[in-house]
């Protein structure tokens, strides 16, 4: 079984949480208030291109508007085997926070 990293895990959940707005800027903002840590931009696009090569994530190009001088935005969605990752994740995370808490027996 083969994980996806931390930061494009991050990645998956702020395109889910921006939806139409993730773009970009929109989503570089969106991990700082996710993980109270800043992003760089290169970063952020790094991140994005990986899971666009492991097709959980395509991106199309936004008309361009004039309030960005003509320029396009690049605009994230994700996919089904996205969907399916961090479902994934989820389960994997919950079930393991579960079997802590379980035997712990400092709770």
């Given at each position: 079984m083969k994980f996806i990293s931390r930061?494009?895990?991050f990645a998956l959940l702020a395109v889910l949480?921006?939806?139409e707005e993730a773009?970009?800027?929109?989503i570089r903002n969106r991990l700082r208030k996710m993980t109270g840590q800043s992003w760089a931009f290169g970063a952020v696009f790094v991140t994005l291109n990986r899971l666009e090569k492991k097709k959980m994530l395509e991106s199309k190009l936004?008309?361009?508007t004039p309030r960005r001088g003509g320029k396009s935005k690049r605009i994230y969605r994700l996919t089904a085997e996205g969907l399916e990752e961090l479902a994934r994740i989820r389960r994997i995370q919950q079930a393991a926070?579960?079997?802590v808490a379980v035997s712990?027996?400092?709770r």
């Open positions: 930061s494009e895990e949480y921006l939806q773009y970009g800027v929109a936004a008309d361009p926070w579960k079997s712990n027996p400092q």
